[in-house]
């Protein structure tokens, strides 16, 4: 036996065990319910079974602690002192519902039982005491009903046919043209269902229903979906859930009494108005239900609405001022907004129910900041209310709620925003077409690092096939465009100038939207709402911004994305990716030529050409950045990325480049390789190849020296070497940039200050940290690639089956959106550590994927780094989501 | 100015400053001359300068240290009181030897200059000491061609030339011819010559002479010859060399002088026996030069070899004894086989050098286990002294030394052994020859794991294509087939049925010979000879398991491996890789029906058709194994390795097999990768379709029980599931294969003990191995594949680049050769401390292709791991390698 334990927490009438702070114990729903009581808000009075008694139920094979009864019994006759009713007696019984209740609000658990209580002999007295029969045994049949279902685990339309076929039998429409003897008529057909089914009665004693109750939600905590929904949701399976007992007050005892929701501010808008529905002489199910049309709390909402009727406010002022003050000082009390649930039983009101409402990025914006401001809360606690991942919704265009959308297909939200275009399947076409100032959008089966300069011209992408990891959705959201991909049914059919969904087709030039944050593609063009990035949006910026400890990056590499990354905040470029800069139609011949080349010789001259080009580049980025530090990758993929791969598009290159489509062909298959993401990149390609290395350092530094000259006032570039497993790489390397400096620097009689440092992207790089730090001048961590190599992943390819992964549970979440903090984690760790120990303050930063993910910042914002880099449209994510890391570290 | 210091060590005259352990400071040659010298043997005398003068000339700019000087006066003093010469005398000039000598011998560094200290003086005298005044001369123009060589860097050439016109125009035809007036003038217009060339004349001062050859030598240590050596030998340049400066001795001081080498044991068979060569009148270059042809030094040799003339023994017995006497006293002071230098001036017997001799494998291992019964070593000094990759020389069947080989072409030597067969470039016709009992060999462009039945049922294998650790190389290692790879002379001309190189032409079924030591390709069939697994070889096995602590396991997965294992002392089955048993013709046709059903019900329908014969695979392991532990590893490769990849293959498969071409390619391309490695393999594969792990359970299971059932004593299987990240995988796997293991034995009416544990081969599983213990039952580190991941190299693709990077210095080695110790290795001791924390007495072994590799094995024996398991015919060599390591750990 256990020592004595208090199992059963009692609260209501002024009163209450437990209170709000006690959530793990008495579950959400029972610790608020104790909390109203105790602010002395008028709550049916009942008692909470403890989360530690699931626990207990649990450990010991689905057995009680043997304390429980005893202390049930006592709660049920203290609730019994307090409402001055008893349980099963048949002159004035007590009724109950009883609810789960867990520490975070669990859906796929066992919700509610009402009524409870209730048989063929306190259903007689429950009609005396209410004066209305029909709605004793309304009552009761509900009550059979569920608990039959949630309870019983009878089939819900089991009921519905004997109810329909009752209705049907009298001509009935509607349920309320059902009346007493009606009522009473279907509930013997319900039980009489039951016994059938089960083989023997419905139970009519009220403590063997309550028990079965119990038993129901304790169960329920290990079904199926509660499994499913925990893993989904990091639940630990530890926490247990709450059973919450409470005397029922109805709502439909007649038309004094009414049942409704609110929020103590408008969840859709966040603005400061009392914001709900009621009905008359409803039970809560009702309003949920949708059978009848609930009506407005308010007044001026329901003018607004142009709605006739009463709202709650002129149909019961009394309550409604009640109801008024009780909100107002549970939002004062919690010090957030609240969903509130409450029920008026001829006349009396009762509230059932506060917790945190949920709202919409816009609201939760707009209240964070006006708490903030009504002194409701601090600045910081503004900062901490608001998801930054929702902020998404906030900074890019979208569909009007209000536009009638008529659906083409659906596929994957791969980027977020909306856009409208015509349909272009070409990039080429899409880049002559965005030249000439119309807006396109780019349809492709899916698309390749070829394809960027048609990505970079299209308002947004649709692929029909790949996922959230696809080159194009990567690409997209690092641009910022919209982009569906995946989409499956979409069919093209380049000669027929179409694509075609099912029997749909959608010609090449049509204009359709694009719905990247649903994954819808839309025909026509829809109508927009734009984003605002100031008011309060700007102030939550503004305080986050004073919170946080990081500094925040872009990975940017065209004028254009530096510009928006400017534009949202980035206080420097983390991530300049020189091969974008390669696909150009200009330079990649170039770049072939260079790649083609049997000698050194042969390669510089290629390199030369596109020297100025890349000279050119490094000088509009660094005007953009200003002061702000650039970080430039040197070229990292593999060199067949720039080659022509089939045997029809090396003829193609051939015919328009002039070069033998022969050699082109054999060099594509000489560079091919089994794995290119372990294969010749990085830094490999200029341990073989150091002239590629040489001709961009020496760009960047001519464009430097112009940039000075021009502006008198120095970029501040940082050079960052790829794929580095061994310090000789990077000493060699960085040998090569510096001597090209000291050279340029001579030669135009001006010194630039400048970093060399690496990217740790391979665990070896990160064990070896120590040896690498003597070299590198900064580390940036590129956590796409580390996740790769650590958990041997490709990302190209694990789309396949990351999901199913996911699903059953055997990774908590997609390593490539937030960081596998054990693993890739702790490489993270020990790198930033041994990195930081070789050498005093070393720069440490993050330009990976992650780098825009909030719970990565998080982890982050705890390994120490010093900055995070992400795509310029997730800057704002990633400020927010620093500071709430910074502020949650203390 | 430095504190005083001793840079320059004496020895000689019965005295030295130094001795045999003082190699660093010395070097090889310094510390044994000093050793000799102190044994008492008859060492001419002289003196080194440190190998610390080297650091310091470095470390000063190429300045030699202050007090050196005066050092080297004092030490010429010591050296002429010792001698009763003078140096640069007239009368009684002292001449010496300059030599170079490292730390290790070191090829490409300077040498050797002779006779240093003549000029047109002292000459003269050595004329009148000697009474020879041809030899006098002789010598002056040796010293004048070797100085200028090695010290003025000149080329030999100009001074062969004036040899040869001053032999042309006397009619000469061999240098003996020569008179003293004869070297006269062509030590005259040698020196001619030289003033010519460096517009200067040739040192005569002996002091000018000695201080440019001691320059030479420190110089050497920095040209580029022997900054290759020591990059290619891991030799540090910090250790420096050292130099000896020597008084010179004459073995061709006429018919009572002689020189020669000779080795205290057969250096080539390891018999016991006095070995060496001697020539009368000659210096030690005249001995290797190969001019004149040296005789034996002893009688018996000398009557062995059926040559006429004198032996030493026989024209200088008393001479003989003494070297007798000498060399008995060296071995048993040294402890192992000597290679000796010595001259005889005058009938007096100077020992110039001695250390431990080289000698062929053959030889080692005789001479470790005669020394060791002679009681001269113990048996663990005998285990120490061979190398085991040496050992590889011993364990195949190798080419006739006598035999005369017509070479086709070369290739890389990737697999080592030698085998003779027809010639077929077809891995089915391979199959069936060899079935009907003909020896074949198979040459193919290269190879891919369809071609494993082809590949077995060859003697060798020849690919045109692919490196050392191609398919080919890899496989055929494992298999213990030679192996010629990327041999690209080799063009495969499949129509006309024949193979050509150049312009010669093999045709099909014609026999060739593969040498995979040399990677030779021969035509015809050689003569071989067959390996001695017995005797000596078998005596130094036994000490080796006496000394060594990890067992020694085979990769293996036919019965012939898994017999050839045992056969070579393997200890169990470190790995069965059950994919190769799914390309056998009968099977794959349901491996790719399984690929191709769409349903579950559908893949176990061509389950059940690969059961029974994996139930065969594994009864047969078992029966051979008996109570060793067989560990099982369940299928890895992603699926569409088992799939035709070209539209012709499928629709080839198509119509073989009836299924539908189409639906074929379809799946191919679906299951396609860009990078497999990294892809849908492993127990992923089990994730998405257990059913595939449940027929290989069951499979080991019923096969077990089968066993047992049979043989009355029950095998051991070990079951590895490959590619784990995460301990939830693991945890999923492992209850299904103990749930079929309880089926199985509750059926058999039997139990049988049975591992399950994982592979360590993602960097995520080193580093989560304590969570990963709490399921595993052992670890087994797939090297291969954690190494891939660490450092971000594909096995496949790296051949292209890793050369470059190993030459340049960024990788010391290949690291799928000999296993990174700093990055891998990190890895590998977390996981090992982190699961043994978890799980105590977790079983840890490594079953990659390192655990054949010497200086891997002994990484992982200061690991502390288990077991090494590695392809059959590296057995033997892990056994030796775990003794040694262990031996060394002490």
């Known amino acids: 036996m256990s020592t004595s334990k208090q199992w059963v927490y009692g609260f209501g009438g002024g009163e209450s065990a437990g209170d709000a702070s006690m959530k793990a114990l008495l579950g959400g729903k029972g610790a608020n319910l104790a909390e ?59 009724l109950v519902s009883v609810r789960s209740g867990a520490r975070a609000s669990m859906p796929g658990m ?90 023997k009665p419905f139970p009519s004693d009220p403590k063997e229903q309550l028990w079965g109750a119990i038993g129901a939600v304790f169960s329920s905590w290990m079904n199926d979906r509660a499994i499913f929904y925990r893993k989904h949701n990091n639940i630990p399976e530890s926490w247990g859930t709450a059973v919450n007992v409470q005397a029922m007050v109805f709502g439909n005892m007649g038309e004094t009494s009414a049942t409704g929701v609110a929020f103590t501010r408008d969840p859709s808008t966040g603005e ?144 977020p925003g909306a856009a409208v275009g015509a349909v272009v399947f070409d990039p080429d076409e899409a880049a002559n077409l965005a030249t000439a100032g119309k807006a396109v959008i780019l349809v492709r089966e899916e698309t390749s690092p070829e394809d960027i300069h048609g990505m ?31 989409a499956g049914e979409l069919r093209i059919d380049m000669k027929a100038g179409a694509f075609k969904v099912g029997g749909r087709v959608v010609k090449l030039g049509e204009t359709i939207t694009v719905d990247g944050s649903s994954g819808e593609v839309l025909f026509g063009a829809a109508d927009m709402v734009q984003p605002e990035l100031t008011g309060d949006f700007a102030t ?30 980035a206080e420097g470029i983390g991530l300049c990716r020189t091969e974008h800069m390669f696909f150009d139609a200009e330079r990649i011949a170039a770049v072939r030529e260079m790649i083609l080349a049997e000698t050194e010789k042969g390669r510089v001259a290629a390199l030369d050409k596109l020297f100025p080009h890349q000279r050119q580049d490094f000088v509009d980025l660094f005007e953009i950045m200003g002061p702000r530090p650039v970080t430039i990758r040197f070229l990292d993929p593999p060199l067949h990325e720039f080659l022509p791969h089939t045997e029809e598009d090396c003829e193609a290159v051939a015919k328009a480049t002039g070069v033998d489509a022969k050699a082109l062909l054999a060099r594509a298959r000489e560079l091919h390789e089994v794995n290119p993401m372990l294969g010749f990149r990085g830094c490999r390609l200029a341990i073989v190849y150091p002239e590629i290395y040489d001709m961009q350092a020496r760009a960047v530094f001519e464009a430097a020296c112009d940039v000075a000259e021009a502006k008198g006032a120095a970029p501040v570039p940082e050079i960052m070497i ?45 064990l070896l940290a120590g040896e690498i730090a003597q070299t590198a001048e ?113």
């Open 110 to 199: 066992m919700d509610t039982v009402l009524n409870l209580g209730l048989n063929d002999q306190t259903v007689e007295g429950l009609a005396q005491l209410s004066g209305d029969k029909r709605f004793a045994y309304d009552s009761y049949r509900r009550f059979i009903q569920m608990y039959s279902n949630v309870v019983l685990e009878l089939e819900h339309h089991m009921f519905e046919e004997i109810l329909g076929s009752h209705k049907d039998t009298n001509d009935y429409r509607t349920d309320t043209e059902l009346t007493a003897e009606d009522w009473i008529q279907v509930v013997a057909e319900y039980k009489r269902a039951v016994e059938k089914k089960l083989g």
């Open 456 to 486: 970079h011209a299209a308002k947004a992408i649709v692929t029909s096939r790949g996922g959230m990891t696809s080159h194009a959705a990567v690409v997209a959201r690092g641009m910022g465009r919209p982009c569906v991909s995946g």
């Open 722 to 766: 790829p794929f580095v497993l061994a310090k000789r790489e990077l000493d060699f390397l960085k040998g090569r940039v510096d001597a090209i400096a000291a050279e340029v620097f001579a030669k135009r009689g001006r010194k630039i200050e400048y970093l060399v440092g690496t990217m740790i992207e391979l665990p070896r790089a990160a």
């Open 272 to 415: 400061k108005r009392f914001y709900g529905e009621y009905l008359i002489n409803a039970q809560g199910e009702d309003v949920v239900a949708g059978i009848r049309t609930p009506k407005p709390l308010t007044k001026a909402s329901r003018e607004a609405m142009g709605e006739g009727g009463l709202s709650l406010e002129e149909a019961m002022p009394v309550v409604f001022a009640e109801l008024t003050a009780h909100y107002q000082k549970l939002e004062a009390h919690y010090r957030d907004m609240q969903d509130l649930e409450f029920t008026v039983e001829r006349d009396r009101l009762y509230m059932l129910q506060t917790r945190n409402g949920k709202r919409t990025a816009k609201a939760a914006l707009k209240i964070a900041v006006d708490m903030a401001r009504e002194g409701l809360i601090t600045e910081k606690e503004a900062v901490q209310r608001v998801d930054p991942s929702a902020l998404d919704q906030l900074l890019h265009p979208t569909i009007s709620p209000k536009y009638h959308r008529d659906l083409i297909c659906r596929g994957l939200p791969a980027s």
């Open 540 to 569: 939550l910026m503004e305080w986050a911004d004073k919170a946080r400890r990081m500094k925040v990056r872009a990975n940017a590499e065209t004028p254009e994305d530096a510009a928006t990354a400017v534009k949202f905040g």
């Open 778 to 890: 900064f580390f940036s961590f590129g956590t796409n690639d580390l996740t790769q190599t650590t958990m041997g992943l490709s990302r190209d390819d694990s789309g396949k089956f990351l999901g199913t992964f996911v699903e059953r549970g055997v990774l908590p979440q997609d390593p490539f959106v937030s960081i596998d903090a054990q693993g890739v984690g702790e490489l993270v760790g020990l790198a930033c550590e041994r990195g930081r120990a070789a050498r005093q303050g070393l720069k440490l930063g993050v330009c990976g994927e992650h780098g825009g993910d909030p719970s990565s910042v998080a982890f982050f914002e705890r390994a120490g780094l010093d900055y995070v880099s992400c795509s310029p449209y997730r800057v704002p994510i990633a400020r927010l989501a620093a500071a709430q890391a910074a502020l949650a570290k203390g």
């Open 36 to 94: 109203m009581a105790k602010l002395g808000l008028p709550v049916p009075p009942g008692f909470t079974l403890t989360t530690e008694v699931c626990t207990e139920f649990y450990k010991n094979n689905r057995a009680y602690p043997g304390e429980l009864s005893g202390q049930v019994d006592a709660a049920l006759a203290a609730l019994e002192a307090k409402t001055g009713k008893k349980f099963g007696d048949v002159a004035n019984p007590l």
